[in-house]
């Protein structure tokens, strides 16, 4: 298909984990490269060196602020996509470098990661440590839709990226507090258990029914409050799921 978009995997300070996700798509990732999306930037995978021109970056990891070639390329980053995903927990909030303190050689000097909204303007986030690869496969699909779909197209493509630049715009901090201040303490939360399922440390445990979260388990993913039903969805997103769905699976027939 001649019209494709063009993809990026930008990889800061993350584990590369992210991109295993992505592949983890197997075959619908090869139908997203042969369809709808050239990668043109992914030093994992290719030999392009210098960031270039792309309409959506998916960023992983952090930033680490006392490394400068790190904060020229986020910002280089910016300047050159469309639309700038950050792709997992440690883009979208820091997660297990969080934690980090410096100290260790060779750079004990790098002490400081920063989620990348804290030094640009982030249009979608997808949490999760590691993020589901279905969801990553979700928003290539999606964002081919809206920059390369009919007005229909588009318009469900909006209702699907909506809530995920709505969590960009939400902010660059999670824990597992978040489903106790937003969801508990609001007199939401419905005992589903998703948030524990969701949890990549088994940080949350369901006490009569409701979440209890050990802190210091929490590597700080964002995924519990992510995955709860209660916190971030609109009904009005959640009434078209039928329709995203079937326009995805459309979308990923060989
Ligand atoms: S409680 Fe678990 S899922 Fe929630 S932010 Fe902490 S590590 Fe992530
Ligand atoms: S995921 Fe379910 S159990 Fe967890 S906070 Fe949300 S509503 Fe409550």
Do not use: W
Not at 47 to 62: F, W
Not at 214 to 236: N, T, V, W
């Amino acid at each position: 298909m001649a019209d494709k978009i063009t993809v990026g995997h930008v990889h800061m300070s993350g584990c590369t984990g992210c991109l295993v996700s992505f592949a983890d798509n197997y075959e619908g990732l090869l139908t997203i490269l042969d369809k709808y999306a050239d990668l043109v930037y992914c030093l994992t995978l290719a030999d392009v060196r210098h960031i270039p021109e792309m309409d959506v970056a998916l960023v992983e990891g952090s930033v680490c602020i006392q490394d400068h070639i790190a904060v020229e390329e986020i910002i280089e980053t910016r300047k050159n996509a469309k639309i700038v995903v950050a792709l997992g927990a440690c883009a979208c909030y820091g997660n297990i470098t969080r934690f980090a303190r410096g100290g260790q050689q060779n750079q004990p000097q790098h002490e400081s990661y920063l989620p990348i909204g804290d030094l640009i303007d982030v249009d979608v986030y997808i949490p999760g440590c590691a993020p589901t690869p279905q969801q990553i496969r979700n928003v290539c699909v999606m964002a081919y839709l809206l920059l390369k779909g009919n007005d229909e197209q588009k318009a469900l493509a909006g209702a699907y990226l909506t809530p995920l630049m709505n969590l960009a715009k939400a902010g660059t901090e999670a824990c597992g507090c978040d489903v106790m201040y937003n969801v508990i303490n609001q007199g939401l939360c419905m005992g589903c258990g998703s948030c524990a399922a969701a949890c990549p440390v088994r940080a949350i445990t369901m006490v009569y029914g409701k979440p209890q979260v050990e802190r210091d388990l929490c590597i700080k993913c964002g995924a519990c409050y992510a995955q709860c039903p209660r916190s971030f969805f609109s009904f009005d997103v959640v009434n078209q799921y039928e329709g995203i769905i079937d326009a995805i699976d459309a979308a990923l027939q060989p």
